[in-house]
């Protein structure tokens, strides 16, 4: 278990030093996905805080989705931090998927935060 969390971090390490070349101070849309639910929220690195944020497990999510653990519930949430970024006045962001694989849930929230307006 031990190695496979040095290999995640070490996945995210390298992402993030990655990103930080390419960004040039734009915000960035982090993903963290869990086995029941998505989470996903705008950081602004120069300041050090989170601008928007959002997540499956919010009321206002559970109300219209099966399950958090879905591709339907990351597009959704994909399009409801886009939503809190564009009323915060952030529309370009670096897309930072963590550990994660662009596939599945990480790729469904990536085009549901693209529909919401979020360029990246």
Same mark, same amino acid.
């Given at each position: 278990?031990?190695?496979? !969390?040095? !290999?995640?971090?070490?996945?995210?390490r390298r992402l993030r030093y990655q990103l930080k070349q390419k960004s040039g101070g734009r +915000?960035? !849309?982090?993903?963290?996905?869990?086995?029941?639910?998505?989470?996903?929220?705008?950081?602004?690195?120069?300041?050090?805080?989170?601008? +928007? +944020? %959002?997540?499956?497990? *919010?009321?206002?999510?559970? *109300?219209?989705?099966?399950?958090?653990?879905?591709?339907? %519930?990351?597009?959704?949430?994909?399009? /409801?931090?886009? *939503?809190?970024?564009?009323?915060?006045?952030?529309? *370009?962001?670096?897309?930072?998927?963590?550990?994660? /694989?662009?596939?599945?849930?990480?790729?469904?929230? +990536?085009?549901?935060?693209?529909?919401?307006? !979020?360029?990246?």
């Open positions: 278990m031990a190695d496979k !969390l040095a !290999l995640q971090a070490r996945r995210r +915000a960035r !849309l982090s993903v963290f996905r869990s086995g029941q639910h998505i989470y996903a929220q705008i950081i602004v690195d120069a300041e050090g805080r989170t601008v +928007a +944020a %959002a997540s499956s497990q *919010e009321k206002v999510m559970r *109300e219209g989705l099966k399950t958090g653990a879905d591709k339907d %519930a990351a597009t959704a949430v994909g399009k /409801l931090v886009a *939503e809190r970024a564009l009323a915060a006045g952030i529309t *370009e962001v670096v897309f930072d998927r963590g550990p994660y /694989l662009y596939h599945g849930r990480v790729k469904a929230l +990536a085009d549901g935060a693209r529909e919401g307006g !979020l360029s990246f």
